[in-house]
């Protein structure tokens, strides 16, 4: 990555730069309508994956959108459908997944567990008392049959459970060998990365694994705001601020109103080139000097 490095972001921003680097050249992404994943899959288009393909969730393949686009509106408008090869449907680009076509998948979630199981469907017992969301959409295809399933999610522990309260979308299911085939699944597919403003994880025999911590926390922070311990990398990598680049196209061209981005904690970057949030830097200039 070149550019300069931002001075002031913040966390939802930081995560979907760090996915956009992410997207690899001629490949293809199946991406959840709006939100993040969209954000990050035109960011990197933009910038750095030009010959990139997507296909949006209810089947458009790779539109050149209008710019920018309403939020509520990255799928199903003439604004997201702008100039695509094809408009087709939910059932068409789910036929091209099924024969190995589409790459990698990208995704939000509610819950996540350590087999990649995702849920988005509802908390609390399902058959009890429980609250329901807008359930999965696309993603349990996306899930099922892209090669790679990258997802986004917040860094809390009620985001990361030991167990998730439904299988919406499927992961490694019960993390044994060949579950995903014998539940009927594509051989070879399945989880790949997790990506939260906070760390960067991936899969060591089907289970979550730690590989990298953003330069604003620490290791120890991040498994706080886990509900379960996920396996460690033998060396942690710290992962890349945004540059000011990036901040630009996102905030002036990819979400003006801040729909999407304007999320989390903002993040300063000091003097000395190390970052904190704002918060934990204006409560150290407020100390006395005697401390």
Not at 163 to 176: A, E, K, N, T, W
Not at 214 to 237: C, R, W
């Amino acid at each position: 990555m070149t550019g300069t490095p931002a001075t002031y972001f913040n966390e939802r921003e930081h995560q979907i730069c760090l996915v956009a680097r992410m997207i690899e050249d001629a490949r293809t992404y199946w991406v959840a309508g709006g939100g993040s994943p969209m954000a990050a899959i035109l960011l990197a288009k933009k910038l750095y994956t030009p010959s990139a393909v997507y296909v949006t969730e209810d089947g458009v393949v790779n539109p050149e959108p209008a710019l920018p686009l309403d939020p509520l509106m990255t799928m199903v408008s003439s604004r997201a459908s702008y100039r695509a090869l094809q408009w087709g449907t939910m059932n068409s680009v789910g036929f091209q997944a099924q024969i190995g076509l589409m790459d990698y998948g990208i995704l939000n979630t509610l819950q996540v567990d350590p087999y990649g199981n995702i849920n988005s469907t509802a908390l609390g017992d399902y058959e009890g008392e429980h609250r329901r969301f807008g359930g999965p959409g696309g993603a349990d295809s996306i899930a099922a049959m892209c090669w790679k399933t990258l997802l986004m999610t917040d860094q809390q522990k009620r985001k990361f459970v030991p167990r998730v309260d439904f299988i919406s979308s499927p992961g490694f299911l019960d993390g044994s060998p060949n579950a995903r085939e014998r539940a009927g699944l594509p051989r070879g597919t399945g989880p790949w990365r997790v990506v939260t403003p906070w760390a960067l994880f991936d899969y060591e025999d089907r289970c979550l694994r730690l590989i990298g911590v953003s330069p604003f926390v620490t290791v120890e922070q991040v498994l706080s705001e886990m509900s379960f311990e996920p396996k460690m990398a033998p060396q942690i990598e710290t992962l890349e601020t945004p540059t000011e680049e990036e901040l630009a196209l996102l905030r002036s061209e990819l979400d003006q109103r801040g729909q999407i981005t304007d999320v989390g904690k903002p993040v300063v970057r000091q003097d000395d080139g190390t970052y904190a949030f704002v918060e934990e830097e204006k409560e150290k200039k407020e100390l006395p000097s005697s401390w």
